[in-house]
């Protein structure tokens, strides 16, 4: 058998390690549980920002979370590093994105997009993605019941522009900044 002697210093460092790591481990569960996330992409400003409750419909304007759907489509920006992942279908995490239009709204993309013959401001298409792999623009069409046609302002955003609406039902709730910067 072999004995090990811990010194008295050593054991008051392992203490406090333990209970460093599991104040971490408690404040990180009850950010998740409490609908807290950080964003890291540019789309909209870094920080901490929170899921907040949604009790009515999505109406345009809105800034949700949303889990993308688990389907090709998503599969591919997973594989090409356009979504984080997380515990969304198809292990995403869910993105932040504004509603630019909902069901019986139409679509139109050339270059920028209209919505209802209105073009929706800083809304330009890119042909490349920023490691020159191509994308395509979304056809265009009227929103279908129970689909949200999502957008950001940020000229590089993966967004609607580019896989077209998607579901409602993957709307977590209100996206609200807690403490946020623009770099």
Same mark, same amino acid.
């Given at each position: ?30 950010? !998740? ?10 789309? =909209?400003?870094?920080?901490? !920002? ?31 590093? =356009? ?20 069901? %019986? ?58 896989? %077209? ?19």
């Amino acid at each position: 058998m072999i004995v090990v002697e811990i010194r008295p210093q050593t054991k008051a460092t392992l203490q406090l390690l333990s209970f460093a790591v599991t104040i971490a481990v408690l404040v990180l569960a009850a950010g !998740w549980f409490g609908g807290y996330r950080i964003n890291m992409t540019p789309s =909209y400003p870094l920080g901490l !920002w929170r899921i907040q409750p949604l009790t009515r419909g999505v109406r345009v304007d809105d800034r949700v979370f949303i889990c993308p759907p688990d389907n090709d489509v998503f599969r591919s920006a997973k594989a090409r590093g =356009y979504l984080r992942d997380g515990l969304c279908p198809g292990g995403s995490g869910p993105f932040i994105k504004t509603v630019a239009a909902t069901a %019986g709204q139409r679509v139109e993309i050339n270059g920028s997009v209209k919505i209802d013959g209105i073009l929706l401001p800083r809304s330009l298409t890119v042909t490349r993605d920023g490691q020159g792999r191509p994308l395509t623009e979304f056809a265009g069409g009227v929103i279908p019941r129970g689909f949200l046609f999502l957008h950001s302002g940020f000229v590089g955003s993966y967004d609607s522009r580019y896989f %077209g609406p998607i579901p409602q039902s993957g709307v977590l709730g209100l996206a609200q900044e807690v403490f946020t910067y623009v770099p």
